[in-house]
């Protein structure tokens, strides 16, 4: 399906980079205003460094996620890269077993972690439930991904192969 020509199909396959584009932008805008207030006005944004601080933590986590999607993480492999493509192509499946799982433990205890939150930011009182979350969204979106690139290796080995056994690395999702 061709996610150029649905608005929403594009905005469900790319939802990890549309919100960190706008939370950097928010970022951007609020981390400008508050250095333009603080040293050109002489008066502060209270809640700026907090809101900055928020939008990094959320950038950070969900834009790691997006990157595993496009796989543009890097990786050591230059052993495994050396050995014949059908062991390169099971130890890679093998990882990506081990990856589903480590996602989804990361995730179950992030969940954990932003359920038990108590504390609140000083100036503006959000819960730290909400900045936890962002651990959740991360961890749950690669696990996600990590599920389909397996069964996509699993389905279609030759895709997976060009993929994620190519020298170049990294690519576009399909």
């Known amino acids: 399906m061709n996610t150029k ?35 050109v006005l002489t008066f502060s944004i209270v809640w700026g460094q907090e809101f900055c601080t928020i939008c990094l933590i959320y950038v950070t986590f969900v834009g790691s996620a997006a990157a595993y999607k496009r796989n543009q993480h890097y990786g050591m492999d230059f052993i495994v890269s050396h050995l014949p493509e059908k062991i390169n192509f099971i130890i890679k499946m093998i990882i990506n077993f081990v990856l589903i799982i480590l996602f989804a433990v990361l995730t179950v205890l992030s969940f954990q972690y932003t359920m038990a939150a ?57």
């Not at 929403?8 to 939370?23: G, S």
């Not at 930011?121 to 969204?137: G, Q």
């Not at 996509?152 to 399909?174: A, C, N, Q």
Request: aromatic share 16%.
């Open 5 to 39: 020509k649905n608005p929403v199909l594009f905005i469900i396959m790319n939802w990890e980079e549309i919100f960190c584009a706008l939370a950097m932008a928010a970022m951007l805008v609020v981390c400008c205003l508050y250095v333009l207030a603080r040293y």
């Open 118 to 174: 108590q504390k609140t930011m000083p100036v503006s009182l959000i819960p730290y439930k909400y900045i936890d979350f962002a651990a959740v969204l991360g961890f749950g979106s690669m696990t996600i991904y990590s599920a389909i690139f397996f069964v996509s290796g699993i389905r279609t080995p030759e895709g997976y192969k060009k993929r994620f056994l190519t020298s170049e690395g990294g690519g576009e999702t399909e």
